[in-house]
């Protein structure tokens, strides 16, 4: 591949970007920043340059007069000798193909001839010189979040149909203006801000400052949260419009098949994703004729040219990122009630989870990376720091729990002595205090079930349970969250169709409306966390309208 040595001047008002693959080491280089009035001069591969920014904003000029450090050997001026002298006779110079890490310096020494006296005869031949020229029609667009505020990575809780389309969820501030005025979100297009109207995007991942992709991705239209986002694409908070963009959901898959779940899931707060698409700029070679004035040899030995050897190109293997898990002691033998697996005392059975805590809602796994759910059976088990009882599903699901306290024991009534009868004062059966409920989920529908409660953290995890989520049809469930939730308190509503939903907070509506199947449903306003002290009453039912 040819070089090019370019001096560009940024002509125009407006910063612009600009991509080229440098001529050293054949690395592209994306959305290089020139600033209006700033000059650069670049080494890159022919052809290579393309820019974002107003049409004819970059002046672009050819300054290949040298490459890689070799100027071209000039053309000798003939002359002419009376006597024999020994003339040099000048051989075409070679400039070695560049190649990566490679400055090449060495060319072919001309050798001193006898020939006899001879007028040169100059012929003229023709020259092409390529002088790049910038054809207009550049359309490019960016969304860079750097300094990931919350990642949320993908379970049940946020894909309905997780085993098909596992995806996670990353955010940069709580909007778009809080994550601009915050300084990690930075959204650039040009001519065109709608993600529909680009296909094969380039993402890449930055996770603990190592940058890793680019991997090609496509673009859908289905929001964020409770969604399944196919496999090989992205959605936004913000439909299309990559001016509004402050949270992206990704596939663990992308569009070529590759599985990037363990590099996907091993993002955290501070980490970053960047999605671009141009859409080209042509570099086209214009011919300029020039005249050279080239002396008619006479027979001279030719020196052979030693090749130089191209040397092999080292690859730098790709560091592998951290993968984070946690693992939990659990009795090894599932029993029919919760009150069996309160008395187990064995505990060798290690299962593994992505959360910290065991709880409601996770997904237990039998092996460290979390690819096989354990199969509870919907048996009873007991782990050995909770308290808990946990009924665990054939998907390793935990759907109900059970605290394992013993009941306070009755104070005994005395035994009265031989036939001496002593009037005997009933003592009261002491009964277990119940926490008071301040969540009620009530399901009137015939055509959906409410499946879960989370927030932006996890599974909000409910005690005094008077049944186990979902809620099915003609269901009523009531449960006690004792602890203050995080941002986005959400109620997850599948199933097939259009339902009416009223959130009461409070003895207070806050929501009564209408939505088709499937739907996720905020119970606070601003998205502000659940108190202990708010009480919280859902009911769905059918919509006839």
């Known amino acids: 591949m040819a070089t090019q040595k370019l001096l560009i001047r940024n002509v125009s008002s407006n910063t612009i970007l600009f991509n080229y693959q440098n001529s050293s080491d054949n690395i592209w280089y994306y959305q290089i920043v020139i600033q209006p009035g700033q000059e650069r001069t670049l080494w890159c591969v022919e052809n290579t340059l393309s820019y974002s920014g107003p049409t004819n904003g970059l002046l672009v000029t050819n300054k290949t007069t040298t490459v890689c450090g070799i100027t071209p050997t000039p053309t000798p001026t003939p002359t002419v000798t009376p006597t024999v002298t020994p003339t040099v006779t000048p051989t075409a110079s070679v400039t070695p193909t560049v190649t990566p890490t490679v400055t090449p310096t060495e060319s072919v020494t001309p050798t001193p001839t006898e020939t006899t006296p001879e007028t040169p005869t100059p012929t003229p031949t023709e020259t092409v010189t390529p002088t790049p020229t910038l054809t207009p029609g550049l359309e490019c667009i960016t969304f860079s979040g750097n300094g990931a505020t919350t990642v949320t990575q993908g379970s049940p809780i946020f894909n309905p149909d997780f085993s098909n389309f596992p995806s996670t969820l990353i955010y940069f501030g709580s909007s778009y203006a809080n994550g601009t005025s915050l300084g990690i979100i930075n959204s650039s297009f040009i001519v065109d801000n709608d993600f529909t109207n680009y296909t094969d995007f380039e993402v890449t991942?930055?996770?603990?400052?190592?940058?890793?992709?680019?991997?090609?991705?496509?673009?859908?239209?289905?929001?964020?949260?409770?969604?399944?986002?196919?496999?090989?694409?992205?959605?936004?908070?913000?439909?299309?419009?990559?001016?509004?963009?402050?949270?992206?959901?990704?596939?663990?898959?992308?569009?070529?098949?590759?599985?990037?779940?363990?590099?996907?899931?091993?993002?955290?707060?501070?980490?970053?994703?960047?999605?671009?698409?141009?859409?080209?700029?042509?570099?086209t070679p214009t011919p300029t004729p020039t005249s050279t004035i080239t002396p008619t040899p006479t027979e001279t030995e030719i020196i052979p040219e030693t090749p130089t050897p191209t040397p092999t190109e080292t690859v730098t293997p790709t560091p592998t990122p951290t993968f984070v898990f946690y693992s939990f002691n659990l009795n090894s033998t599932g029993q029919t009630t919760a009150i069996l697996a309160c008395a187990e005392i064995v505990f060798d059975n290690i299962l593994y989870s992505s959360s910290p805590i065991i709880g409601l809602g996770q997904i237990l796994y039998t092996d460290s990376l979390l690819t096989t759910p354990f199969n509870g059976g919907s048996l009873w088990f007991i782990d050995d720091s909770s308290g808990f009882a946990w009924q665990i599903n054939g998907s390793g699901q935990i759907i109900s729990s059970d605290d394992c306290s013993p009941a306070p024991t009755p104070t005994p009534t005395p035994t009265p002595t031989e036939t001496e009868v002593v009037p005997v004062t009933p003592t009261p059966t002491p009964t277990t205090s119940s926490l008071p409920i301040n969540v009620t989920f009530i399901n009137n529908s015939t055509i959906a079930s409410i499946d879960s409660f989370y927030d932006i953290d996890g599974i909000i995890t409910l005690t005094n349970l008077s049944g186990s989520l979902p809620v099915t049809s003609g269901q009523t469930l009531t449960g006690y969250h004792s602890l203050v939730t995080g941002n986005q308190p959400t109620v997850a509503v599948t199933g097939t169709g259009s339902i009416v939903y009223d959130v009461n907070l409070n003895g207070s509506t806050l929501i009564n409306t209408n939505s088709t199947l499937n739907v996720s449903i905020v119970v606070t306003s601003g998205s502000v966390p659940l108190q202990v002290s708010d009480i919280l009453i859902v009911t769905i039912s059918d919509y006839n309208p």
């Open 205 to 283: 991942f930055t996770i603990t400052g190592t940058t890793y992709g680019p991997y090609r991705y496509q673009f859908t239209n289905v929001g964020i949260g409770f969604v399944n986002v196919p496999q090989g694409s992205f959605s936004t908070n913000a439909n299309n419009n990559v001016g509004s963009t402050y949270a992206i959901q990704v596939s663990f898959f992308d569009s070529d098949g590759t599985d990037l779940t363990s590099l996907i899931q091993s993002m955290s707060e501070g980490d970053g994703i960047e999605i671009h698409k141009c859409k080209g700029i042509e570099i």
